[in-house]
């Protein structure tokens, strides 16, 4: 549930009267329009953020985005208009932190909204980001880097795994934990503890 909505500030004359909102239309809107959402935006926060402490102050930040925008010129649909803001927060959140962690981002192109185009700059980043994990999936023993990409790259089910591999769940389950620990610690320069590499 929002704890307040924030407040109007005055609009200036080159405003669309038709398209900007006063407070009570603004609230109005929001109750009916946004609040309905609200399981729709936690789950996505949920899905999409690693950190469950942070989840309702991102919250509260997507609804006070939300409000600015609309107090301007509100938009046409608010379900993808409230599913990108919270996008572009994430994003936002992501590159404060210099870390890009795979989880984080795994999901927000799912959303089947309108998104923008990755300029010049982000696709050299994300050219990077994919050499650099290539290396340390390089780095991983064969068994481990199968089962890490059949896991997290291909989607498939730990019994599947297993099935395919001719090992027990429990082995793939190591496996995976082995691995995904390496890799975050060779992506992340962080020294693995003794006896933890594959």
Known sequence: MVEKIPETGRE???QRADAAMNASELKAWFVREVLPLEAILMHFLRHNWRDASEIEDLRQEVYARVCEAARKERPDLAKPFVLQ???HLLIDRVRRG???PIDAVADLDALGVAMDVPGPDRAVIAREQLRRLQGALDKLSPRV???VVMRRIEGLARAEIASRMGITEDTVA??????MRVLA????GETPPPGATP
């Open 12 to 14: 200036s004359a080159g």
């Open 85 to 87: 803001t919270a996008r």
């Open 98 to 100: 210099h870390v890009v």
């Open 145 to 147: 880097r199968q089962v």
């Open 174 to 179: 190591e496996y995976l934990a082995q691995g």
């Open 185 to 188: 610690n060779k992506l992340y």
